[in-house]
């Protein structure tokens, strides 16, 4: 059978660090209390130069060059963003333009912080049914831009970034030993639209607006939610969490991370963290965590990997993935 195999991955951030001593400045906090409740210590904030096609740009130009390919053997580009350089066009029609490529297709999709999972899942159902052979998935977000930077509940919390993967059709036996995807599940409720959203857009207000969240209210759903998609993958598979080899969670806050992993039995060393050095940088966190796994050698061809995330909507999903 057909697997989508990842075959390069790339990451960009912005020039800017922001060490959580530097928000001190602009709201009243600490950062003692953001360490300690959030369990970041800095974020990356672009400047008016970087834009998430920009970002987007430069993380899949390093996924290319790592993968051995060019632009011309991509067959479709998806990017996952809440933040786009324009209500449209698309941000991944910039990056195919970005990139010099004027073949295939591009579009951009929006689950929040669940939105690399839902790209990536699409990606996949492109590959199995035939329809493209390399895909670029991309999570690109300039979330600096949507914050209220006088709530001291959500600026501290989230940071831009981008980061990309590329997925091929490679044979496979149709078991769990395959490299590529094993099995991927989505969900979403709607009814919880109000605990995180923007408070603004063309149909509704006519702005951008800013982000609003009820922290508590994502928190008590969150490990629940990140649960269930995880159980549906070992049902899928027949694996379990001792088969795992890395644990690569959207990177939200550290102790809904540790909470979840407790939870469903992972080990703490299987966990991979980068939220005390990029915040909560929404549909590029997840990418950017598997670059920096990747890149020190600590995820290996393969390992098996789970991948999970939750965002606005609510959205949530899974994917399990050999590397």
């Known amino acids: 059978m057909i697997r989508s195999v990842i075959c390069g991955y790339g990451a960009a951030l912005p020039k800017k660090a922001m060490a959580n001593s530097e928000i001190e400045g602009i709201v009243e906090t600490s950062d003692e209390w953001i360490a300690q409740r959030t369990g970041?210590?800095?974020?990356?904030?672009?400047?008016?130069?970087?834009?998430?096609?920009?970002?987007?740009?430069?993380?899949?130009?390093?996924?290319?060059?790592?993968?051995?390919?060019?632009?011309?053997?991509?067959?479709?580009?998806?990017?996952?963003?809440?933040?786009?350089?324009?209500?449209?066009?698309?941000?991944?029609?910039?990056?195919?333009?970005?990139?010099?490529?004027?073949?295939?297709?591009?579009?951009?999709?929006?689950?929040?912080?669940?939105?690399?999972?839902?790209?990536?899942?699409?990606?996949?159902?492109?590959?199995?049914?035939?329809?493209?052979?390399?895909?670029?998935?991309?999570?690109?977000?300039?979330?600096?831009?949507?914050?209220?930077?006088?709530?001291?509940?959500t600026c501290v919390l989230f940071g831009d970034g981008a980061g990309a993967v590329i997925i091929e059709a490679r044979e496979g036996e149709g078991v769990t030993s395959d490299r590529g995807i094993l099995t991927a599940h989505l969900r979403s409720d709607g009814a919880h639209k109000d605990k995180l959203y923007v408070d603004g857009g063309p149909s509704s207000t006519g702005t951008v607006g800013q982000l609003r969240m009820q922290g508590r209210e994502v928190f008590k759903h969150a490990v629940g939610m990140i649960t269930d998609v995880i159980e549906a993958a070992y049902d899928a598979t027949g694996l379990s969490s001792e088969d795992i080899d890395w644990f690569v969670p959207h990177q939200a806050n550290r102790r809904i991370i540790e909470a979840s992993a407790k939870k469903l039995g992972i080990a703490d060393e299987k966990v991979v963290l980068t939220v005390d050095k990029h915040g909560n940088t929404s549909a590029a966190s997840i990418p950017l965590a598997l670059n920096e796994a990747a890149s020190a050698g600590k995820i290996k061809e393969g390992d098996l990997v789970l991948l999970e995330a939750m965002g606005g909507g609510f959205t949530w999903g899974s994917v399990l993935v050999r590397w």
Request: charged content about 20%.
């Open 40 to 153: 970041i210590r800095q974020r990356y904030i672009a400047d008016e130069t970087e834009t998430t096609a920009s970002l987007g740009e430069a993380a899949a130009r390093q996924a290319l060059d790592r993968a051995g390919l060019t632009a011309d053997d991509i067959d479709l580009i998806i990017v996952a963003t809440s933040t786009p350089d324009n209500t449209f066009p698309a941000t991944a029609v910039n990056i195919q333009n970005r990139l010099g490529m004027h073949h295939g297709a591009a579009f951009d999709v929006q689950a929040v912080c669940s939105g690399f999972i839902f790209a990536l899942t699409t990606a996949n159902n492109y590959v199995l049914s035939g329809m493209a052979r390399r895909v670029l998935v991309i999570g690109a977000e300039t979330f600096s831009r949507i914050l209220d930077w006088t709530d001291r509940t």
